[in-house]
């Protein structure tokens, strides 16, 4: 296993529409484990996997950032098929360093997609759960959750999202 780069805000990878996974082959397993790896060592609670660069359908969760096996989901192509309610709750990401703000999403929907046995999951997730998987597949898409913010406060966040990239990139994360 291998703790992968972490790519940031600005990186075209992160505006594509990731491509869906046709063939669960050994490399995409490898990827998984890779992503699973790298999300628990940011540590962070969900990753896909535009930010590691792979502009691919495929993302990991873990609410329990490793302490337990049960809450991790690996999955492939994943669609949301329902959606209900609302909810409002600050998210950051690890692509978008030093910020947090406040995002609606629904409170609470069904995922269906697939594990990496190729067998259909279906997911039924609430509060931060949904949040975790809204923001992922919203990666797929290439949409970061600033790009839900208004355009107002997409501004102001600007010149603060400038001071956390040049931070990064004294820090040598960012190449
Ligand atoms: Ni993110």
Redesign the pocket.
Known sequence: MAVLEIIKIGHPTLSLKAKPIENINQEIVELARNMVETMHQAPGI?L?AP?VNVSLRLITIDLSVGENKDELIVMVNPEIVEEEGEQVSEEG????PGIYEKVLRPARITVRGYNLDGQELLVEAEDLLARVFC??ID?LEGK??IDRLSPLKRRLLKSRLKKEMEKEMEKGSVG
Not at 93 to 96: H, Q
């Open positions: 969900g896909a930010q990401c690890l692509s978008v923001h992922e990666h970061l959750f």
